[in-house]
């Protein structure tokens, strides 16, 4: 809920005080530069991106417009196991609940457990990076959980099938690190991102 008068916190009905979540509404270069300067996370994109996929949308969580403490990126394509699938790729500080929320579960952080040898691996700015799946999640999706550049890292995907391109050496990238942005193919904008879709 937005703030009110008497109120000035955002307030969600389930976790109480909370930070906004801003949707892009327009994927062109001037938002996604906006983005890249105020985040105070990683805006990972894969890299390569992978054959057939596009930029689906994009959102972040932290007082707008220039303290993002979380951020997501929407990608849609081919599933390996055939249809279309979709990514979500988040980073955030610790106790955002963003990646969780996307999962549709309350785990905030990697699993109990997460000592044991991690399930998936990606390369995030040229680092092996572990993730954990995460068991919980609604049933049409699965998560996986690690930690990248000193924050968390989420891979969220539909359907829970799509995820296993963690299993195939994804590499991603922050592209606040990026003196010129890629040029990114962008398709229908997702309606995932909103948190219970």
Do not use: N
């Not at 296993?164 to 592209?175: G, K, Q």
Request: contains cysteine; charged residues 20%.
């Amino acid at each position: 809920m937005a703030p009110t008068e008497s109120d000035k916190a955002w307030r969600c009905p389930r976790h109480g005080h909370t930070l906004p979540l801003t949707i892009l509404a327009q994927l062109d270069d001037s938002a996604i530069r906006h983005v890249c300067k105020h985040a105070e996370v990683p805006l990972w994109l894969p890299d390569p991106m992978p054959l057939g996929w596009t930029l689906a949308g994009m959102a972040t969580v932290g007082e707008p417009p220039d303290r993002f403490r979380a951020t997501v990126v929407s990608l849609r394509g081919p599933a390996p196991l055939g249809g279309i699938g979709e990514w979500l790729v988040v980073a955030e500080e610790p106790g955002i609940g963003l990646g969780a929320s996307y999962a549709g579960t309350l785990l905030t952080a990697p699993p109990p457990g997460s000592r044991e040898v991690p399930s998936a691996r990606v390369h995030a700015l040229g680092h092996p990076t572990p993730l954990w799946p995460v068991q919980d999640t609604l049933a049409d999706r699965s998560a996986y959980v690690g930690e990248a550049a000193g924050v968390w890292l989420w891979l969220v995907s539909f359907p829970a099938d799509a995820g296993y391109a963690v299993l195939e050496d994804l590499a991603v990238t922050d592209l606040r690190s990026q003196q010129y942005l890629p040029l990114l193919e962008a398709g229908e904008l997702s309606q995932r991102l909103r948190p219970g879709y």
